[in-house]
T-cell receptor, first 110, second 112 residues
């Protein structure tokens, strides 16, 4: 089945550690996105990529990094510079029209 | 992309139609209206979109007013599994999703 897969679903890390969230899609979509969702807030864009080897900062990119070496993959690294990393992270992909989302990764930093 | 306004929450009885309103008074002529929903702790799911005409698919119907300043998403026979947060978004269809403005949506509770 075509879709977008995020792993893991739950992730726990100690403060000060970098952590990488995985996002893979087999929809052959050019564009991929990372969002962050906090309680009581809408989705906020962290990074997006329109094509392989190219990505752009979204509204809240500070403390995050991404790579897009393959069309299918768009991993997000939450670095120790991110002040409040505990959140629900959503990856999405699209090809001109609607966005398709993964099931999300809930990151908790203790 | 234009912003939208939705009620914070709504209730609906199981088996009845759920009508979710959305105001988008600043929508421009070539912007589409998109609806997504998000069940708790899952990723948003696309429901339907439209430009001017009413649209229907297996999930829902979308009614857009003639002046396009508001729309209504209709779930014809709501079930308990339709309990979710529903987001109304306007965007240029030929563009990409990076400029989408995600509000807080409408939290729909379907009651038995």
């Amino acid at each position: 089945d075509g879709g977008i897969t995020q792993s893991p679903k739950y992730l726990f890390r100690k403060e000060g550690q970098n952590v990488t969230l995985s996002c893979e899609q087999n929809l052959n979509h050019d564009a991929m996105y990372w969002y962050r969702q906090d309680p009581g807030q809408g989705l906020r864009l962290i990074y997006y990529s329109q094509i392989v080897n190219d990505f752009q900062k979204g509204d809240i990119a500070e403390g995050y990094s991404v790579s897009r070496e393959k069309k299918e993959s768009f991993p997000l690294t939450v670095t120790s510079a991110q002040k409040n990393p505990t959140a629900f992270y959503l990856c999405a992909s699209s090809q001109f029209t609607e966005a398709f989302f993964g099931q999300g990764t809930r990151l908790t930093v203790v | 992309d234009a912003k939208t306004t939705q009620p914070t929450s709504m209730d609906c009885a199981e088996g009845r139609a759920a009508n979710l309103p959305c105001n988008h008074s600043t929508i421009s002529g070539n912007e589409y209206v998109y609806w997504y929903r998000q069940i708790h702790s899952q990723g948003p799911q696309y429901i339907i979109h439209g430009l001017k005409n009413n649209e229907t698919n297996e999930m829902a119907s979308l009614i857009i007013t003639e002046d396009r300043k508001s729309s209504t998403l209709i779930l014809p026979h709501a079930t308990l599994r339709d309990t979710a947060v529903y987001y109304c978004i306007v965007r240029f269809n030929a563009g990409n999703n990076r400029k989408l403005i995600w509000g807080l949506g409408t939290s729909l509770a379907v009651n038995p």
